[in-house]
């Protein structure tokens, strides 16, 4: 055959002579080879993974060229505008809400970043489910948003496509998107026969060749128009797809295909001819579970792909007939199997049976920027979405796949063009609902609200998996985003039976997730299910209202409202039908769940609100009206139950119930509608029917009595009390809450933010959280209404973050402006927006405090009375809540009780009923008519007070009132009961049913009742709207559900003798608090200031009503002034009985208790403080001095030390020593310093590095390593100072305590189990007092405190005495100490020091572990220490005075520890450095064949560090007079090494000229301190033979522009002598407490040269000293110099270059820093978050910065693990010695890894609001806040990471 000769040819040859074939215009030949190359070469049979077909594929598209330059060629010819990237989940991204048009708006990082979005607002995000960018897609954005590359119209300026390069693209491209489809429908298997892995096995054997695909939609434009047109050309799939006839596996290959199609639609084949059957059963079968419809197949079906649909026959509850889908909905194409026309459809079928691959979901969204494409896959998609929802629900990995299904949808919906398109073609809308419908049905089960037998309503049941798991999301999300397109939600809302459809969707929640109160033991299992059913409510029901109520905003859509309020009500009565509901509601029941309800009454509220529409239109009749009150009302009496620990054996899931039903997400389409529900019923319906429903469903109508004894059949008395303050306070909501009332959207804000911000001051991010979304978000600006900012600046003033002095780091705040307080607090609405209780009590304590700063009121103020926005003409019924008989009965009863202290009263009692008088006070009913209908005046209730007006009735007096009470209670006279009493026995029935009842007056002896009451309206009102209803009414009285267990004590009637009225029990109240007789004088009203009135306690808030009420009528004023005239004491009640005593003292009690604990806490804070003030004095041993006593006493006196363990106080002594408790740690701070004062710059581009060669640290080792090249090891490690990296610096909190005390306490912690911060093993512990972190304790040795007289007198000897006996003391053999106590512990803490640090920063001999080693590690742990000190002063001494650091400072102790084990070492006489500072010696001809090698010369060593060694091998303790000579003899050195360097600086010429100069002065008297001569002969001395100065003679004369004048000579070397006189200084402070005198820096030198006593006294002015000056030579001067020199000059095998940089050694390093950082943090992490790791060369998961270094690790990396170490604590190792400071790029915090520790530190950059945004969650910009990088920097200077953060735990070199 010829195709098998060409499959032998090369590849590009081929390819090349078959384009040329294609190209003729007779290419029928071509077409046919080509055919039959395909047919051998995409040969199905062939296994997927052979590659050979791909290159062929490759070749043969591009024609004969490289597949690259193909790519490249037609890459030029991209006509697209759109962006149209991809991305997958974890991609980060932008969105600019000022931008977009859709929310869901999101642009790539490019095209972010080169468009302008300056002040706009936009975030940052990581994409979870992935997305696409949106860049030119002007339907989602506006256009000023585009990039720079996207705002050009590209289009127009490129060059028509030649026609031949595609062609050959679009001949191979049908049969390899074939082959592809070929190998899917030969790979697929159904799910339940194969397991997930066979699917992924097929998958990854496609993986190049859907790459393939990929790779070329990236090519742009035109590949992309190639490529549709193949996908959607139907002839090509009728052709290709079944195969020809001849190919058997083709044909089995379609067989399978079209099998899989069967079951694909939602009902499948054979359910259709069972549903005309299914009609017959209306009734309830088998009570079997769930009403199984479709997708949840009967246990142990065979086959469940075919027979699944058959299983459910048996198992179906409730109506089958809402099942029938079928005939409900318009259109059959979404119940019947799908067919496919084109490529694309199938692709997309097997897409969704693969469950959604990643690759192919990728290749499907790539191709969107082409318009054709994108308007045929959204029609393809829409075909596919009730199949795709099937596979949804079966799936096992429902989370990805829905992830992938919405990163499709999002692109598509969101499109409001192409949404409405397929609205119309599609039915788009019909297929949604249907599909929601069909999702829900699988998981209905019966509810059992109301009438549990015989309910007929179905649930969704909210422990099914797809409620459980969310599954249903993605179709929701979908739903919302297709009705945010106004076009779209339009047609919603005029199609009637789709939204009749939708109503009976939001039915199956309505009284989801039941809970029945348990009465007897506590809930074995507690049900997590709320969280399903509350997400459930708001993504499937709240969410789209809010996104209908959207388009409802105007008058045109009127009749959409109206439509939409019909089927609510329509739906809500069937509801009521289906649950067997008459009139009152099943006890012990409540389910926060109504969607209908809340349906409802949005509607309503926006009808009224923006659309003008009269209530009245909309409400139905008043027995409708009554029946829709009663379910959210059961759910505000359920949350007092809740609060009143009523459901408290339902466990502590109905609290989270209770909570997140008010909380921020779900307030405003939960309990808001709900209220707003109520308000509405009772602006509707009868005054005193609402009132005393409402106290009966809160369970306290038998309270309401006079009398002072009661029985409550249904609460118990410690219930009481809440239950009361609960329905008051619910009045109080309901009357004076005007969110849907009449309040404007600002006005809400305004009100929400306020309440808020009241409970705590708030970050910006927590309030934005906390404020409830209405449905247009915060961020969009709606036209009219006040942003956000601008509000929250209205109402707040911002606190910057603060640091507190703990460390801790705050937030930036938002706090109340002191105006909002006094005007604007409304504890009413803290009330409704609290979740915890206790925010409640923290918005009082919070006003409390504003009132007390301000001077309003200094007690325990009440909750102020805050007026009201009008209320909206439509809900002026809701006064006459606050204008009805029952209400005033109700007030009037309880001023009664709570006047004569009957028991449950309390003063949130007093204050709602004070509240309630004053809202009925200002808001009066306008017409005083009395329009109500005569029958209803006729009532018992008229002798209670004559009409209904407040302001009438609060001066009515009531004389008598007939109460039933227990026989046992107190007002029962013993004698023969009244005959009054028979009249009241008729009412036995009632009576007997409420204990309590209401009480009238002698003349009128009826018994008011609550219940009868109620029961008669309701009765009233049937019969006035439906006489065939009264059957209706149940007629068993409800006493029987009340009787309680145990039969109650005998109920009689007594007659209570009151003769008072609401007024006088108001004045008397009134004295009652303010504990005075007459506390209101007859004029008071004429002396007030109203003003005043507005905040203060409840003596204010009575006030504040009585001066309301006289103000609006005279008579109340004449009342008020006759009641005040006789004053008259409070009656005392008849019998007090113990029981009302206790309450009445219960308040006071513990008002008492709380003042009691305010001292003994204030007493106890006094203590403290006092006791931390000493402690931090006097355990520091250097401060001893302050003691004063006379230098005789001091002598004799022993250092006492006070252990913090035992306690007691005394000496160290060699048996029982004391230690001070320190913390030793390994610290790298000094070797990073740098010469620069300036920090250096974070890289942030490729171009910039961080270079670390100019470091201390590396200086040093190159100074080190360079003199062990040429000279004797043991004496250079005399020479210079280690540890500047990894040196040990030790610190003490100041504590002492006994070494074997500590033994014990670590003993007792170890055995302790609780969980530590600390590793007890490693010997670490906290300090026993002040609990700052340890590690070692110090020994403090025995003896005198420093202050030692004779070691102190100064002396008159002569310097060369001096220096003979210094040397004396130096040859004293070190004596070994006694084996004792304190030498084992001193040899420990050496241990300790030892083990701090790594062996790499100890051992630096040639052979580890030698004396000379070990003895240089010593004595640089005191240099370390005392360099550290010396940064923590900030480098000088200038400061002077003990700083905080010195009172803390343990270097005293630590130097004896050290010196004790240096004087194991003598230094061997011969090579003593002290000989060669004090003696000239004779040079003995150096052997020429000396093996040995030679000492370091005098002038390479380091200065400071002999001072340390001479200091610690001599005795001690030291004499004074001995230490200042050392420093002057050392002094001597210091100057001549500065002036050696200073002259290489010089050119030769000055050279020249200051050698000329210089010499005349040599014969000059004090020659020997004048540096002009000195400079001359060291010139002079180092110019002979092999000089150093030849080495850059070019270069200086290059560098030195400017002349050396004397006075730079001078102050260069102040300069280079200082930090030898600074270290000096501050030695001989410890060592002798000498004070340190503060100066200026200019006068740093002569203050230090007197301190050390190298000048006698300081001269004026200070800053005239001259260096040379200070000096004291031995011998002669000239000849210690020339010795000195000759050492240099002797050196045979060194070069002059590394001779001058040994000499030039500058001692002066700036402060340490850590890197600057950018000010903007997208900076850094655009740079780094995709950088590639330099080890590991992949771009890192966790990527992280260390501060220190700029190094770039890998956070937690597998990948960069070494010997089992990651690299973050390896990379802390090696640059910190264990203390590493990263900033984690993707969470823009910083980690501590401190040791074996971590910490996360908290964040350095801060939005513009002053938060962290950890994780960058919020993906707001991020600045960098400078206080809190300086505070960072601060505590890694200074070490105290351990200290001040607390939150450490281990990392296990997991980091």
Not at 398 to 408: A, W
Not at 1048 to 1060: D, G, H, S, Y
Not at 1517 to 1535: I, S
């Amino acid at each position: 055959m010829m195709a098998a000769s060409l499959l032998r040819r090369d590849k590009k040859a081929t390819a090349a002579h078959l384009k040329a074939d294609l190209n003729r215009t007779d290419n029928s030949s071509g077409v046919r080879q080509l055919q039959e190359l395909l047919d051998a070469v995409l040969n199905p049979e062939k296994p997927a993974a052979d590659g050979d077909a791909l290159d062929w594929c490759k070749c043969l598209i591009a024609g004969g060229e490289g597949f690259d330059e193909f790519c490249k060629t037609v890459r030029s010819y991209d006509n697209a505008t759109l962006c149209g990237l991809v991305w997958t989940a974890n991609f980060v991204a932008y969105r600019c809400r000022t931008c977009g048009i859709s929310p869901c708006m999101s642009l790539c990082a490019e095209c972010f970043n080169n468009g302008d979005h300056t002040g706009h607002d936009f975030n940052m995000f990581r994409s979870q489910a992935g997305g696409a960018c949106d860049c030119g897609d002007s339907n989602v954005m506006r256009e000023s948003g585009f990039c720079r590359r996207h705002r050009l119209r590209t289009g127009e300026n490129i060059p028509l496509i030649p026609r031949d390069l595609l062609l050959m693209s679009e001949m191979v491209l049908p049969r390899f998107i074939l082959c592809i489809i070929q190998y899917l429908r030969d790979g697929y298997v159904e799910p339940d026969t194969s397991t997930e892995r066979d699917l992924q096995k097929v998958l990854q054997q496609l993986e190049p060749q859907i790459s393939f695909l990929e790779e070329l939609t990236k090519m742009g434009g035109a590949m992309r128009t190639v490529l549709t047109k193949i996908l959607t050309n139907q002839q090509a799939f009728k052709e290709l797809s079944m195969g020809q006839e001849e190919n058997l596996y083709a044909k089995k290959n379609y067989d399978k295909y079209l099998s899989a199609l069967k079951n694909s639609g939602l009902v499948s084949v054979e359910e259709k001819g069972q549903s005309a059957a299914a009609d017959v059963g209306v009734g309830a079968e088998g009570g079997a579970g769930a009403m199984v419809l479709l997708g949840n197949s009967g246990p142990g079906s065979p086959d469940e792909q075919c027979k699944e649909e058959d299983q459910d026959g048996g198992q179906s509850v409730g109506q089958r007939k809402r099942v029938k889908l079928s005939s409900s909905t318009k259109d059959p194409c979404i119940i019947e199997s799908l067919k496919h026309k084109c490529f694309l459809e199938e692709l997309l079928f097997w897409t969704i049976k693969y469950e959604f691959p990643q690759k192919m979901v990728t290749f499907l969204l790539n191709m969107l920027p082409d318009q054709d494409y994108k308007i045929t896959f959204t029609k393809t998609f829409v075909q596919h979405y009730a199949f795709i929802m099937k596979t949804l629900m079966k799936s096992h990995e429902s989370d990805t796949m829905s992830n992938r299904i919405v990163h499709i949808s999002v692109q598509l919906f969101s499109n409001e063009e192409l949404a409405r398109h397929v609205t119309e073609e599609c039915q788009l809308l019909d297929i949604m609902v249907t599909v929601l419908l069909y999702m829900m049905e699988s998981c209905l089960i019966k509810s059992e609200l109301q009438d549990e037998e015989n309910n007929r309503h179905v649930v969704v049941n909210c422990s099914e998996a797809l409620l459980k798991n969310n599954t249903y999301w993605p179709l929701v999300s979908d739903f919302i985003n297709i009705l945010s397109h106004q076009s779209v939600a339009k047609k919603f809302l005029e199609d009637h039976a789709l939204l009749m459809l939708w109503m009976s969707f939001v039915s199956f929640f309505q009284g989801m997730n039941l809970n029945k109160r348990e009465l007897n033991e506590h809930v074995e299992f507690e049900s997590q299910t709320y969280y399903a059913a509350f997400a459930a409510e708001l993504e499937a029901c709240a969410q789209p209202m809010w996104g209908l109520l959207t388009h409802c905003k105007v008058k045109e859509t009127q009749e959409y409202t109206k439509t939409v309020v019909r089927y609510c009500l329509e739906t809500l009565q069937i509801w009521f039908d289906a649950i067997g509901f008459i009139d009152e509601p099943a006890p012990n029941q409540v389910t926060f769940h109504l969607p209908l309800h809340r349906y409802y009454a949005m509607f309503l509220s926006k009808a009224v609100k923006c659309q003008g529409l009269d209530l009245d239109s909309l409400l139905p009749d008043q027995e409708m009206l009554m029946k829709i009150m009663v379910h959210p009302l059961q759910i505000q009496a359920c949350l007092s139950e809740i609060h009143s620990n009523m459901w408290v054996r339902n466990g502590l899931q109905i609290k989270g119930q209770a909570m997140t039903y008010v909380q921020s997400h779900f307030c405003n389409s939960m309990i808001d509608p709900d209220i707003y529900l109520l308000q509405v019923c009772a602006s509707r319906l009868d005054p005193d029917y609402f009132i005393s429903s409402v106290f009966e469903r809160f369970k306290v109508v038998d309270l309401l009595t006079m009398a002072s004894q009661h029985q409550n059949a249904v609460l118990d008395s410690e219930q009481e009390r809440p239950m009361l303050e609960g329905a008051l306070t619910f009045l109080v909501i309901l009357t004076s809450l005007r969110i849907h009332l009449g309040m404007t959207d600002d006005e809400i804000l305004r009100a929400e933010m306020v309440s808020q911000l009241c409970m705590n001051d708030r970050t910006h991010s927590a309030l934005l959280d906390l404020i409830p979304e209405n449905p247009n978000p915060k961020s969009g600006i709606v036209p009219g209404s006040c942003s956000f900012e601008d509000m929250l600046s209205a109402v707040a003033d911002f606190k910057a973050p603060v640091f507190e002095p703990g460390g801790s780091m705050q937030q930036g705040m938002y706090t109340p402006k002191a105006e909002v307080w006094e005007k604007e607090f409304d504890p009413i609405m803290v009330v409704l927006r609290t979740v915890y209780r206790r925010d409640v009590q923290s918005a009082m304590d919070r006003y409390a405090a504003f009132l007390k700063q301000f001077g309003i009121h200094t007690g325990n103020p009440w909750p102020p009375y805050k007026e009201r926005t009008p209320l909206h003409p439509c809900y002026k019924g809701l006064i006459r809540l606050l204008h009805c008989k029952t209400l005033h009965i109700v007030i009037f009863t309880l001023l009664y009780k709570i006047w004569m202290d009957h028991q449950n009263m309390s003063e949130h009692v007093l204050c709602m009923v004070l509240y309630l008088i004053e809202l009925g006070l200002d808001n009066q009913i306008q017409d005083n008519k009395e329009d109500e209908e005569p029958c209803i005046e006729e009532h018992c209730h008229d002798s209670w007070f004559p009409g209904t007006n407040l302001l009438s009735n609060l001066h009515h007096v009531i004389n008598f009132v007939r109460v039933r009470v227990p026989e046992t209670a107190p007002e029962v006279k013993r004698e023969a009961p009244p005959s009054t009493s028979t009249e009241a026995s008729s009412y036995g029935q009632n009576s007997r049913r409420l204990s309590g009842n209401w009480r009238e007056n002698l003349r009128e002896a009826q018994v008011f009742s609550l219940v009868a009451e109620r029961r008669r309206k309701f009765q009233e009102i049937i019969n006035r709207s439906t006489t065939e209803a009264t059957q209706a009414v149940r007629p068993k009285s409800s006493s029987t559900r009340w009787v309680p267990p145990g039969t109650p004590p005998q109920l009689v009637t007594e007659i209570l003798e009151i003769r008072e009225s609401m007024l006088s029990l108001l004045i008397k109240l009134h004295q009652k608090m303010s504990s005075k007789q007459n506390s209101l004088s007859a004029s008071w009203l004429e002396d007030i200031e109203s003003n005043r009135l507005a905040h203060g306690d409840g003596i204010t808030a009575i006030e504040r009503i009585l001066t309301k009420a006289a103000a609006r009528s005279c008579q109340i004023k004449r009342s008020i002034q006759d009641i005040c005239g006789k004053v008259c004491p409070p009656v005392p009640p008849k019998k007090n009985s113990p029981t009302d005593k206790k309450a009445m003292d219960k308040e006071e009690r513990r008002q008492r208790a709380r003042e009691r604990q305010q001292k003994l806490l204030a007493e106890f804070a006094s203590r403290q403080k006092s006791f931390m003030e000493t402690a931090m004095d006097v355990e520091s041993p250097d401060t001893e001095a302050a003691m004063d006593l006379g230098a005789s006493e001091v002598m004799e006196s022993e250092i006492l030390y006070d252990c913090v363990i035992c306690g007691q106080s005394g000496p160290s002594t060699e048996d029982r020593p004391t230690g001070l408790v320190v913390l030793l740690q390994a610290s790298s701070v000094l070797g990073h310093r740098c010469k620069s004062t300036e920090p250096k710059n974070l890289p942030t581009s490729d171009e910039e590095h961080v270079y670390p060669a100019d470091t201390c640290g590396a200086a040093n080792d190159v100074r080190l390593t360079l003199m062990q090249q040429f000279f004797k090891d043991s004496s250079c490690l005399q020479s210079v100072s280690i540890g500047w990296d990894g040196g040990v610096y030790v610190q003490t909190c100041g504590h002492t305590l006994h070494i074997d005390c500590h033994k014990s306490y670590m003993e007792s912690l170890r055995n302790d189990q609780v969980l530590q911060g600390f590793s007890v093993d490693k010997g670490e512990f906290t300090c026993p007092l002040c609990r700052q972190f340890a590690n070692s304790v110090l020994p403090c040795r025995p003896g005198r405190g420093t202050e030692a007289g004779t070691w102190h007198t100064p002396t008159n000897k002569k310097t060369s005495v001096l220096v003979k006996e210094v040397e004396e003391l130096q040859e004293k053999p070190g004596l070994f100490p006694t084996e004792s106590n304190l030498s084992k512990e001193m040899e420990l803490v050496i241990k300790d020091i030892k083990n701090t640090t790594q062996k790499k920063y100890m051992d630096y001999g040639r052979n580890p572990g030698s004396p000379d080693n070990d003895f240089l590690f010593m004595y640089s742990v005191a240099r370390t220490n005392l360099e550290l000190e010396l940064v923590h002063r900030g480098g000088n001494l200038c400061s002077g005075g003990a700083s905080a650091a010195a009172k803390r400072s343990c270097l005293n102790q630590l130097f004896h520890v050290l010196a004790m084990h240096m004087r194991l070492y003598s230094i061997d006489s011969a090579y003593n450095p002290w000989t060669k500072l004090t003696q000239i010696v004779q040079i003995k001809e150096a052997d020429s064949f000396d093996e040995e090698r030679p000492e370091v010369p005098m002038l390479f060593r380091d200065v400071p560090s002999l001072l340390i060694i001479f200091v610690l091998t001599m005795p001690q303790p030291l004499r004074k007079e001995h230490f200042t000579c050392v420093v002057k003899m050392l002094y001597n050195l210091q100057f001549t090494q500065a002036l050696a360097a200073l002259s290489t600086k010089f050119s030769s010429e000055e050279r020249q000229a200051w050698s000329t100069s210089g010499a005349l002065k040599k014969s000059a008297a004090n020659s020997d301190k004048s540096f002009e001569a000195l400079l001359s002969h060291v010139i002079s001395e180092l110019s002979k033979d092999k000089s150093v100065y030849k080495v850059n003679s070019e270069e200086a004369t290059m560098l030195s522009s400017s002349v050396w004048s004397p006075q730079s000579i001078e102050f260069s070397l102040q300069q280079f002598c200082l930090p030898f006189l600074r270290l000096s200084c501050l030695l001989q402070h410890h060592l002798y407490g000498d004070n340190l005198t503060g100066c200026l820096e200019e006068e740093e030198f002569a203050s230090l040269a007197v301190c050390l006593g190298l000048l006698p006294s300081a001269p004026q002015p200070a800053n005239t000293v001259q260096s040379a000056s200070c000096l004291e030579w031995p011998v002669n001067t000239f000849d210690l110099v020339t010795q000195w020199g000759a050492e240099v000059k002797g050196l045979s095998q060194i070069h002059a270059a590394e001779s001058l940089t040994l000499l030039v050694h500058d001692p002066q390093w700036a402060a340490p820093r850590l890197l600057q950082l950018p000010d903007n943090y997208n900076i850094i992490f655009q740079y780094y978050h995709r950088k590639a790791c330099s080890a590991c060369k992949k771009v890192p998961k966790d990527p992280a910065l260390c501060l220190v270094c700029g190094a770039f690790v890998c956070l937690k990396g597998v990948c960069c693990k070494q010997q089992g170490i990651c690299e973050c604590v390896l990379h802390s190792q090696h640059c910190g010695a264990a203390t590493g400071i990263f900033l984690l790029i993707n969470a823009s915090v910083i980690i501590i890894i401190r040791g074996h520790r971590f910490c996360l530190w908290g964040s350095v950059y801060l939005d513009a609001h002053g938060e962290e945004d950890r994780d960058l969650r919020r993906g707001k910009p991020l600045y960098l806040c400078e206080e809190r990088y300086r505070v960072l920097e601060q505590q890694w200077v200074s070490h105290t990471f351990d200290h001040i953060n607390k939150r450490w735990g281990p990392h296990y070199n997991g980091l």
